[in-house]
C-alpha cells in the first residue's frame, strides 16, 4: 500500500498531495514526528520536509507523545483526536503511535527548505475525449395517461342483521 505525502507549503499557502511508491516507502519507515527527510522520496530534489503527523489505514491519528507504531486507546482532555469541548471532560480515544510503519497511510509534512522546481506538478495534458453522441430528434414528451379519479365505496353505516 503507496504512502500518501501531504506536503504544507508555508511560501505558497498550498498543500500538495503526492505518492510514495512501494520502493521509496521504506525510506519512510521508523522516522517519527519532527524527523525530517528529503524530498528525493518523492522526486522532489532539493526539498527538506519535516514529518508534523499523519493517519494509519484505519484512520486513527499520529501523536506525537505515544511511542511506537502501534494504536493505543488513551484518556485525552480536548487534544489532537478529541475536539469535545466540556470543561473537564475526559474521553477515551483510539490513537496511533508517532513513528511511521507499515500501517501507516499518510504522513503529513512540511517544507522546511525548498528546492529549484515548484512543489505544484506539471499540467497534465487534457485526455481525448470520444465525440459526444448525436442527441435523438427531440420528440414531444409523452403526456401521462390521465389518471382516474378513485371510488369511494360506500360505507354501510348499519350492518345487515
Known amino acids: 500500500m503507496a504512502i500518501k505525502l501531504?506536503?504544507?507549503?508555508a511560501k505558497s499557502k498550498k498543500t500538495y498531495t503526492f505518492e510514495v511508491s512501494d520502493d521509496n516507502e521504506k525510506q519512510l519507515?521508523?522516522?517519527k514526528i519532527g524527523d525530517k527527510f528529503k524530498g528525493d522520496i518523492f522526486d522532489k530534489a532539493g526539498y527538506e520536509l519535516?514529518?508534523?503527523?499523519g493517519s494509519d489505514d484505519a484512520g486513527?491519528?499520529?501523536r506525537h507523545d505515544v511511542s511506537g507504531s502501534r494504536r493505543r486507546k488513551l484518556l485525552i482532555t480536548k487534544s489532537l483526536g478529541n475536539q469535545n469541548n466540556r470543561k473537564g471532560m475526559r474521553i477515551r480515544k483510539t490513537v496511533t503511535g508517532n513513528t511511521i510503519g507499515d500501517t501507516i497511510a499518510q504522513v503529513?509534512?512540511?517544507v522546511v527548505k525548498h528546492g529549484s522546481k515548484s512543489l505544484e506538478a506539471p499540467a497534465e495534458e487534457p485526455k481525448e475525449e470520444a465525440p459526444?453522441?448525436?442527441s435523438p430528434k427531440?420528440?414531444?414528451p409523452k403526456e401521462k395517461p390521465a389518471e382516474k379519479p378513485k371510488e369511494e365505496k360506500p360505507a354501510?353505516?348499519?350492518k345487515a342483521e
Open 6 to 9: 501531504n506536503v504544507g507549503d
Open 29 to 31: 519507515f521508523g522516522k
Open 50 to 53: 519535516e514529518i508534523t503527523g
Open 60 to 62: 486513527f491519528p499520529m
Open 108 to 110: 503529513n509534512c512540511k
Open 132 to 134: 459526444a453522441k448525436e
Open 138 to 140: 427531440e420528440e414531444a
Open 156 to 158: 354501510d353505516d348499519k
